[in-house]
């Protein structure tokens, strides 16, 4: 029986129609052309100018340091939070502790943003970078949370009783047992905090204050002002870190022996 490739030929559609987009942005953060609608030859111009912009490079510093703050903070609260939930899930309290982690994951990010403005208003605080930052924790605590607790479903408390039972104390069991066996969801959780915080635009650009702009919110203003070449620029930038960064840690779980 002859197979059909019908399958494969959508499969390569809907990658081409994902792909070409990207493909097309790379190869206009070489076009000399201001406006990208034609070819004019290829430069590094954008680049050029893009190094030089002390803007940009302030706002890629904002940005990863509210990304790492919230992501620590987030993994300490949301993995607490998974340990409560999952230890104590039939208790009545712990239903509503379930709700309230769940629902930041449902909440419009538009209706957050105005939710968290008023609120920070409210209590006559400056908006700047900690605000940012506080917003940033409120949602990537869920996140974390619900990744730590589907690690923890599958986890054996059996092997922490071993653990004291042998004389461990519990700050050791929690150094050799404890996070060795939480450390997948805990990657995954850490990692998909950093990602959601580094990319987040709405919720920032309702809490940000004077000079507190974030990579996003600096090249939505870019955008306004017409600077898409050095967008272009910035965005093949970020594409080739990412992907390095993918390739990297697929080469090093290659290379860790099984068991480690």
């Not at 105005?114 to 869920?142: K, P, R």
Request: aromatic share 12%; hydrophobic share 50%; proline share 5%.
């Amino acid at each position: 029986m002859k197979r059909s490739r019908f399958p494969l030929i959508v499969t390569l559609l809907v990658l081409l129609f994902f792909y070409l987009p990207i493909m097309v942005l790379v190869i206009n953060s070489f076009n000399a052309s201001r406006f990208g609608s034609g070819w004019e030859g290829f430069s590094l111009i954008w680049y050029r100018r893009l190094f030089d912009s002390p803007e940009i490079w302030r706002a890629v510093q904002n940005s990863l340091v509210i990304a790492f703050g919230a992501t620590l903070l987030s993994l300490l609260l949301g993995t607490t939070a998974a340990f409560a939930l999952h230890k104590y899930a039939r208790s009545r309290l712990q239903r509503s502790h379930y709700l309230l982690i769940y629902t930041p994951l449902v909440v419009p990010e538009i209706l957050t943003g105005i939710s968290l403005l008023m609120f920070f208003v409210a209590l006559g605080w400056e908006l700047g970078l900690w605000t940012i930052f506080l917003s940033h924790v409120t949602f990537c605590i869920s996140y974390v949370a619900m990744v730590v607790l589907a690690r923890l479903q599958d986890f054996d408390y059996s092997i922490v009783e071993a653990s004291q039972d042998l004389g461990a104390d519990w700050l050791t069991t929690a150094r050799k047992v404890l996070l060795p066996m939480l450390a997948p969801g805990l990657t995954a959780g850490g990692l998909l905090a950093f990602t959601l915080s580094i990319d987040d635009f709405v919720i920032s650009f309702f809490v940000a204050g004077p000079g507190s702009t974030t990579l996003p919110i600096r090249i939505y203003s870019m955008i306004k002002h017409g600077s898409p070449p050095m967008i272009n620029a910035l965005s093949t930038l970020l594409l080739v870190i990412t992907f390095s960064a993918v390739v990297v840690s697929q080469r090093v779980g290659e290379g860790t022996p099984p068991g480690s």
